[in-house]
T-cell receptor, first 112, second 114 residues
Framework: QQQVKQSPQSLIVQKGGISIINCAYE??????FPWYQQFPGKGPALLIA?????SEKKEGRFTISFNKSAKQFSLHIMDSQPGDSATYFC???????????FGKGTRLSVIA | NAGVTQTPKFQVLKTGQSMTLQCAQD?????MYWYRQDPGMGLRLIYY???????DKGEVPNGYNVSRLNKREFSLRLESAAPSQTSVYFC?????????????FGPGTRLTVT
């Protein structure tokens, strides 16, 4: 049973455009929702995260939108750049040391 | 502060051989994790250790064993490698304390089993 569903699998965006990646979760006990960025040959790196007590969190060009009632959250990358080309993973977990559950990833390509 | 380190970076094994993947963290984290990454499958949890002295199975534990050697180190052992275990293996750690949720990954070990 896949607890976090991520879409799309791949995404091509023009430089300067907005990249949007969506995730849906099933477990209402989840209360921590991070996004990871992974470049080829590297480990995933924490990009931005949100708790369910807020509906949006912004860090630079990256924004998480969170909809608790719909059990969905999304990553928006504004003014997308070729350097943003990477694989992005959403994840979710309960408090403390409960393992993160990951989506299957989205490969983003930003073309000039 | 090196974060999470993994050795080796690359390894080629023949079917039936054994090996141990090493992981260490210097962030004084309580929890450590082993994931495997395969194309189109995302990151799947193999085993984890919520705290020193405990280990638990994840989503795909078959064919693997783990040892939490101390608070810093968490190793993953393949007793008899199979081609299906060809993958990229990532170790991760997390504080595990209330209010601290960030999880950090190592650079990975790329394993090929022929």
């Amino acid at each position: 049973q896949q607890q976090v569903k991520q879409s799309p699998q791949s995404l091509i965006v023009q430089k300067g455009g907005i990249s949007i990646i969506n995730c849906a979760y099933e477990n209402t006990a989840f209360d921590y929702f991070p996004w990871y960025q992974q470049f080829p040959g590297k480990g995933p790196a924490l990009l931005i995260a949100i708790r369910p007590d807020v509906s949006e969190k912004k860090e630079g060009r990256f924004t998480i939108s969170f909809n608790k009632s719909a059990k969905q959250f999304s990553l928006h990358i504004m003014d997308s750049q070729p350097g943003d080309s990477a694989t992005y993973f959403c994840a979710a977990s309960r408090r403390g040391n409960t393992p993160l559950v990951f989506g299957k990833g989205t490969r983003l390509s930003v073309i000039a | 502060n090196a974060g999470v380190t993994q050795t080796p970076k690359f390894q080629v094994l023949k079917t039936g051989q054994s090996m141990t993947l090493q992981c260490a963290q210097d962030m004084n984290h309580n929890s450590m994790y082993w994931y495997r990454q395969d194309p189109g499958m995302g990151l799947r949890l193999i085993y984890y250790s919520a705290s020193e002295g405990t280990t638990d199975k994840g989503e795909v534990p078959n064919g693997y064993n783990v040892s939490r050697l101390n608070k810093r180190e968490f190793s993953l052992r393949l007793e008899s490698a199979a081609p299906s275990q060809t993958s990229v293996y990532f170790c991760a750690s997390r504080s595990g304390q209330s209010g601290s949720y960030e999880q950090y990954f190592g650079p990975g070990t790329r394993l090929t089993v022929t």
